[in-house]
Every structure is written in structure tokens, then in C-alpha cells.
């Protein structure tokens, strides 16, 4: 089991850029004339869905003793996907989705053997562990939350 130390700090963090985030979708849903660079926000939503699942299926194979999950592209080509994929669903089924995955990650991360397993390895053949990705999936809420206040 994951040591109590440093993850429910790291958790409540997430915790709070998951919902900063949300709220920000709850108030400007869709908003398709608003850009952050190429995405709509709704892209960007379906971004940070696909993130969010990548770091659940390293995380849930660690806890099985699996192991960790391999990325099989870049990140361009992998968001490029991601989004091509969820463009069906509208920001509220990508909030939704958001939050029953941040839900699994909270609830999987206390069932790691450590902190420090890897989780995921990168298309390079970088390792990351399970503390890295959820500093990683905060930054990475904050960073895109922060952009898309820029346009509002």
C-alpha cells in the first residue's frame, strides 16, 4: 500500500485543480469560438480525459502487480487521437467523465505498493512513477486551466 505520506497532500491538490477546472467548464460549457492555440476548450477537456485514463490504467496495473503502461507514440500524436476519438461528446459528458475517472485515480492511488512504482513509460523509454504523473495530471489541470481563463 502507498505510504500515507505526501499522498493525501498530492490527492487534495488534485483533488482541487479537478474541480477548479470543472467549474470553469460548468460556466463556459462548449464555448466553440474560444481557442487555446488549436483546441477548442472542449478539446481540451477531452485532452485532460485521455491523460486521466492513461495514468488510471498505470496506476490499476501497478496495483495488480502488472506491468506499467507503455505509450506507443508521442504526446502530439496521442492528443491528436484522444481528441479525434471524444469529439463526439459534448463538455458536460467530458466533465462527467472527468471526474468518474479522477474518482478511480483517487481511489487506486492509496492502493499502490509505493509512491515511487512505475507507472508509465514513455515513448522514449522514460519511466515515470505514480508521484511524478499525479504531480504531473495537477500541473497539467492548472496549465490548461489557466490558459482558458486567459480567453474568458
Do not use: C
Request: charged share 25%.
Amino acid at each position: 500500500m502507498a505510504t500515507v505520506e505526501g499522498l493525501a497532500a498530492l490527492l487534495t491538490r488534485l483533488d482541487r485543480a479537478v474541480e477548479e477546472t470543472l467549474s470553469w467548464f460548468q460556466t463556459w460549457g462548449d464555448a466553440p469560438d474560444l481557442r487555446v492555440d488549436q483546441w477548442t476548450p472542449r478539446e481540451v477537456l477531452a485532452h485532460l480525459v485521455f491523460w486521466h485514463q492513461v495514468n488510471l490504467q498505470g496506476m490499476v496495473s501497478a496495483v495488480q502487480g502488472g506491468p506499467p503502461h507503455r505509450l506507443v507514440a508521442s504526446s502530439d500524436d496521442l492528443n491528436a487521437r484522444a481528441v479525434a476519438r471524444l469529439a463526439g461528446k459534448s463538455s458536460r459528458e467530458l466533465a462527467t467523465e472527468l471526474r468518474a475517472l479522477h474518482k478511480e485515480v483517487s481511489e487506486a492511488a492509496p492502493s499502490l505498493p509505493n509512491l515511487d512504482v512505475v507507472v508509465r513509460i514513455q515513448v522514449d523509454g522514460t519511466e515515470r512513477t505514480a508521484r511524478q504523473q499525479l504531480e504531473v495530471l495537477e500541473t497539467h489541470l492548472r496549465e490548461h486551466l489557466q490558459e482558458l481563463q486567459k480567453l474568458t
